[in-house]
């Protein structure tokens, strides 16, 4: 008897398991699943505060129960595979698993957290992790095989809706993108190429960050530039000026020095930056790209590295940019004879008549100053933190008809950091992190990271969990903390990313919210960020920090005429440069880097002097992350303001329109192709018109 009993609870037990595991479409339960505790503050809380021991022991439990995972969906014989146990079962290990939660975690807490020890446990975690997902799953072929035997079997008797459809697609792609269809031989020396790219591009990004070249200038060099920037700036023993070649410092001096030569040899070193180091670690990489794409059954590497995105083809990428540049050409030759028509004092063109490169930005500069007059830091005073901040979630509220909530929290890695709910029509859509001050150690730049996906797990809706990241200026003992017109751009631009982010529900977690195309993902944002150039919006989130006063017609005029002053030239740039990246992977494996660029600056950029010292290429750090995919600057550009275009008809906060671009845009994450929501919400196929009617470019 007391053996039935054991028994008997032991089925019970078996049951909890398995109704526990179903719930949750998880197997083991040996670790606690992350996902269970997105359900309350405190548990958002916990996911990220963590030490550093804990950090690196627990990786290792979660790799193994990763890696369990797929073990078992490898396992199950094919007469019995189904869209849940095969698709996805590898959909959840992806994005849902503890493994990918903690991944996302980690990132953010190596940008984030104020504890060395931290940063490193979870830097470390992270690559383990990273590759852990590369190396077993992305690339293991037993799995494609057990996946291929899913698709080319039950699937087709299944009925599935077209997300899971679209799934199985997009993955069978992916698989075979990373050469898991070719025979084992083949495969091997696929994974050697992928091995020795990841080895040059990643001395390619190296070179580039560690080549800190100065050049050295007396006082009288530095003439145009301000005082405290100059008394910021390092001296040489014999006390001559240093001035390098990071950001802040080369456009500082770009813009403002009036000293020609000290122009010049700054830029000479901006653009030698990683040369020559990285002459023949480029042309390596792109012969050893071709050889990849080759290997995997396309023409070029551009083509492999496009066949995922949105554009398709690099036929129609490069297309897409040849137009648009066409289309650039009268309003740049305006832009020139207007910039050029009174020379300020050390600029002078070259006997035929062109800008030498290194005036380019000073020529604008100054023409801004003497035409607008416009001081960034006046505008600032218009935009005190809070007040902006207030009126942006109030935005959001009327057009998306999305709730915030601040909540207290404590725990997480700074205090400064600010917890917020979002919901919509009553429902918790998921919790927001704002981060939003410098401090020491903290990652410098803005940025957004999804740290748990919004997904609906059998039919409930789970909150995502979304953090945005910057650096705005604190409030000082009289100021409140200012926003410049950069700085509030920056934040429109990162929430869209987090609105996607928490708005973009789908049921596979790979395609929640921002899990979009490559040349897709930005849209959203550079969308919002067309909110800041309407007057009603700038009257309506502007208020004097003393007066409350909202920005002045006069000055919003002026605002709204400098997005055009160098748009020709702005659009004919960023075309230089996707068609550079689109030359360098084109079908070949030899390529001459310098040539093609000097061939297309001949061919496209006739009225700015080719300097021969300049080897540009060699810092051109997009070249590897990108691949042959800088046009998705411009591409996702030009259709954000497509989509602009048609919700200002229907007005910027009118909430029907706002509801619409929900559910026919954001609210579908990545789960249908971007080319097909655009379609559905606009009506039509997306075009360039308002793009270039709003950058002047369209001809008369
Ligand atoms: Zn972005």
Redesign the pocket.
């Known amino acids: 008897m007391r053996n039935a009993i054991f028994i008997a609870s032991a089925l019970v037990i078996g049951l909890v398991l398995i109704s526990i595991k179903f719930c949750s479409g998880i197997w083991t339960m040996k670790n606690k699943q992350l996902i269970d505790q997105v359900g309350t503050i405190q548990g958002v809380v916990d996911l990220f505060a963590l030490p550093a021991d804990t950090i690196s022991q627990k990786t290792d439990d979660y790799i193994k129960e990763a890696q369990e995972r797929i073990d078992q969906i490898i396992a199950i014989p094919t007469a019995e595979r189904t869209f849940e146990n095969t698709a996805l079962a590898l959909d959840r290990v992806v994005g849902l698993s503890n493994a990918a939660i903690s991944e996302h975690i980690y990132e953010g807490l190596e940008l984030l957290s104020p504890e060395e020890a931290v940063r490193n446990a979870a830097h470390q975690a992270m690559i383990k992790l990273r590759d852990f997902f590369v190396d077993h799953i992305m690339n293991n072929k037993k799995l494609y095989q057990a996946f291929k035997a899913y698709v080319e079997g039950n699937a087709k008797n299944e009925s599935l809706n077209p997300e899971q459809r679209y799934f199985l697609h997009e993955t069978m792609k992916d698989f075979e993108r990373a050469g898991l269809n070719l025979p084992d031989e083949q495969l091997a020396q696929v994974k050697k190429l992928q091995k020795e790219l990841t080895e040059l591009a990643l001395i390619f990004g190296r070179n580039i960050a560690q080549d800190n070249r100065t050049i050295t200038v007396p006082r009288s060099a530095l003439v145009g530039l301000e005082d405290d920037f100059i008394a910021s700036l390092k001296k040489t023993d014999e006390g001559l000026y240093i001035l390098g070649v990071d950001y802040p410092t080369y456009f500082n001096v770009m813009e403002h020095c009036s000293v020609e030569d000290t122009r010049r040899q700054l830029y000479l070193a901006f653009n030698n930056r990683a040369y020559p180091a990285n002459e023949s670690i480029l042309k390596q990489i792109i012969a050893k790209r071709d050889e990849l794409a080759r290997f995997l059954g396309f023409a070029s590497y551009a083509q492999l590295s496009i066949d995922s995105e949105m554009a398709k083809t690099p036929e129609r990428s490069q297309e897409f940019i040849v137009d648009l540049i066409a289309k650039s050409k009268d309003k740049v030759k305006e832009e020139i004879k207007e910039l050029t028509a009174t020379l300020p004092e050390s600029v002078e063109l070259t006997a035929d008549g062109k800008i030498k490169p290194w005036d380019f930005a000073y020529l604008k500069a100054m023409y801004k100053k003497g035409k607008f007059a416009i001081d960034e830091r006046k505008i600032a005073e218009y935009f005190p933190m809070k007040k902006t901040v207030n009126e942006l979630l109030a935005i959001y509220h009327q057009f998306l008809g999305v709730d915030f909530q601040e909540v207290p929290a404590t725990g997480l890695w700074d205090d400064e950091v600010k917890v917020v709910k979002v919901s919509k029509d009553g429902k918790l859509l998921g919790i927001l992190l704002l981060d939003l001050y410098p401090r020491p150690n903290k990652y410098s730049h803005a940025a957004h990271l999804t740290a748990v996906p919004a997904v609906y797990k059998n039919g409930e809706s789970i909150p995502a969990v979304s953090v945005v990241m910057a650096n705005f200026p604190k409030p000082t003992a009289t100021k409140p903390s200012l926003l410049t017109r950069n700085d509030v751009n920056t934040f429109f631009?990162e929430f869209g990313?987090a609105l996607h982010a928490l708005l973009g529900r789908t049921l596979l977690a790979s395609f929640a919210g921002t899990n979009t195309k490559m040349d897709f993902v930005?849209l959203p944002?550079q969308m919002l960020e067309e909110w800041l150039w309407d007057k009603a919006i700038l009257k309506k989130i502007s208020g004097h920090y003393k007066t409350g006063e909202p920005l002045p017609d006069e000055l919003i005029e002026k605002i709204l005429k400098l997005k055009r002053l160098t748009s020709g030239s702005f659009v004919r740039q960023q075309g230089y440069l996707s068609l550079l990246a689109l030359n360098y992977y084109k079908e070949g494996p030899d390529k001459d880097p310098y040539q093609l660029m000097k061939q297309l600056h001949d061919q496209l950029i006739t009225d700015i002097l080719f300097e021969p010292q300049n080897h540009f290429y060699a810092s051109f750090g997009h070249l590897t992350e990108y691949g042959a995919k800088y046009y998705g600057y411009l591409w996702s550009k030009v259709f954000a303001l497509d989509l602009f275009d048609e919700i200002k008809k229907h007005g910027l906060l009118n909430p029907a329109i706002g509801q619409k671009y929900i559910v026919d845009v954001i609210g579908k994450g990545g789960s249908q192709d971007p080319n097909e929501l655009l379609c559905t919400f606009l009506g039509r196929e997306p075009n360039n018109k308002a793009f270039l009617k709003d950058m002047g470019l369209l001809q008369q």
């Open positions: 631009h990313h930005e944002s």
